[in-house]
């Protein structure tokens, strides 16, 4: 049993001073009281502001190892856009060993916790050798970023991604060997193979495809009907104006579009991007019980695009963040630069219709919508009995924070204190970060360096 005592503490009513939290050994609350409700000095004491851990809905782990290298640009005309950029990546990933993206994964994993998030959603899609062929077991990939994961303490909700066709009906290029399922009943073989290395793990499973680039619309559905007991269903989908192009040449319709003309029932569908959009799909999308994942830094060192959030939220959208490339691994950034795009969009500061408060609304979304994309059955603000505690706190001497009412803390946070970390983060009742350290920081920081002077 662990016992914790807040001096400041986020909850759904709002801040509360001295609270105190105990935890069974699977790092479930079983006791939320004030004042405590065994002798003090059982009680670890966590001074500052406290506030639920953040959610990274999206991420592409081995992409770490390549951030920063392509800033950089060849002078001929067109290389330095997204699909410029993908080529890079494809070469970094024929690189890699699994040994290689279990090093990268946990240095990432590690930035991650840092940074306040407790769990992530990995879209994993490097399934196969360097030449193509299935590992043994298949699912090899898969199981060296829960190792990676299990190995730092954060939470990991693996999406293995079926990736057939190069774009649109085209075959796939030789650089995307490793990616690629001849069909879905392979790609399954394999997501089969992950569950039952599964049983008995906290690690979450879901499904994904890569993008209705790479895959059919009857191979989507497919897919995501294959999801098990809640397992949730994430797709790519509509980040490049090339993109939205090539489906309506291919398709006759955009992307979005043509999967809410083919499915009604979009519940546990997780939309990453979704950034270019007309006003009858953002109406239609809103209104749907699928919900948009967004990566507000990668899609802006992308050049993807600015997603319509206002004329979206107004309709009753719903959304949540991921880090992606992890060209920037920092939650406050992405939501910083979230609302920011929606101010340079619509030349107000107020950019979210109706919003007094678009800290809190930004930091809801996340909450409520980031556990649902993660497969996650508790309410990350709740804080209720039998739930996991994950919880992060930020320094109370930052002087910013401590000239401002509790009532402000929350949009200092988010909007004024660029490049603060947590001094403590508690995953799943462990606490993974203390004073702002990991136990393995020096040993991963290391693997990590060699690790890229070594590829």
């Not at 509360?16 to 004030?34: H, L, P, Q, W």
């Not at 690189?95 to 998030?117: D, F, N, Q, T």
């Not at 997603?307 to 992405?334: R, T, W, Y």
Request: glycine share 6%.
């Amino acid at each position: 049993m662990d016992h914790w005592h807040f001096s400041h503490f986020l909850t759904e009513g709002g801040w509360e001073s001295d609270c105190y939290i105990s935890c069974d050994e699977y790092g479930r609350i079983t006791n939320v009281s004030k004042p405590p409700e065994v002798e003090l000095n059982s009680y670890t004491k966590i001074a500052g502001l406290s506030i639920p851990s953040f959610l990274n809905a999206h991420s592409h782990a081995f992409q770490y190892a390549i951030a920063g290298l392509g800033e950089l640009f060849p002078r001929e005309a067109g290389a330095d856009d997204f699909w410029s950029w993908r080529r890079s990546m494809y070469e970094m990933a024929l690189s890699l060993s699994p040994a290689a993206v279990e090093s990268i994964a946990a240095m990432v994993y590690l930035k991650m916790l840092k940074a306040g998030y407790s769990h992530v959603a990995e879209f994993h899609y490097i399934h196969k050798d360097s030449q193509g062929n299935a590992y043994e077991p298949l699912a090899e990939m898969s199981l060296c970023l829960t190792r990676a994961a299990e190995r730092v303490g954060i939470g990991l909700t693996i999406l293995p991604v079926y990736y057939r066709s190069g774009n649109f009906g085209e075959p796939a290029s030789p650089a995307q060997r490793r990616f690629v399922f001849a069909n879905v009943r392979e790609y399954l073989a394999l997501v089969d193979n992950l569950r039952q290395s599964l049983l008995g793990s906290s690690t979450k499973l879901g499904l994904g495809v890569h993008s209705l680039r790479a895959a059919s619309i009857e191979e989507v559905l497919e897919v995501s009907s294959n999801c098990l007991n809640g397992e949730v269903f994430h797709l790519h989908i509509a980040e490049q104006q090339k993109e939205v192009a090539d489906c309506l040449s291919y398709h006759n319709k955009r992307p979005v579009e043509l999967l809410l003309d083919s499915r009604s029932d979009l519940k546990n569908f997780f939309l990453v991007h979704a950034t270019h959009l007309n006003d009858n799909e953002v109406s239609r999308l809103a209104a749907s019980e699928a919900r948009v994942v967004l990566c507000p830094t990668t899609e802006a060192n992308l050049a993807d695009g600015i997603f319509p959030l206002n004329n979206f939220i107004k309709q009753g959208g719903q959304f949540c963040i991921g880090s992606d490339s992890h060209i920037a691994v920092d939650p406050l950034e992405e939501l910083r630069l979230l609302d920011y795009g929606q101010r340079l969009r619509s030349h107000r500061r107020l950019s979210i219709d109706d919003v007094n408060d678009p800290a809190a609304l930004l930091f809801e979304h996340c909450c409520v919508n980031g556990q649902a994309a993660l497969g996650l059955a508790e309410d990350a603000k709740s804080f209720k009995i039998g739930s996991k505690l994950n919880v992060i706190t930020f320094s109370g001497q930052e002087p910013l924070l401590a000239a401002r009412k509790p009532d402000l803390w929350l949009a200092t946070l988010i909007y004024a204190l660029g490049g603060v970390r947590p001094i403590s983060v508690i995953a799943d009742g462990n606490q993974v970060i203390s004073e702002g350290s990991h136990q393995l920081q020096s040993e991963i920081y290391q693997e990590f360096e060699d690790l890229l002077k070594s590829i």
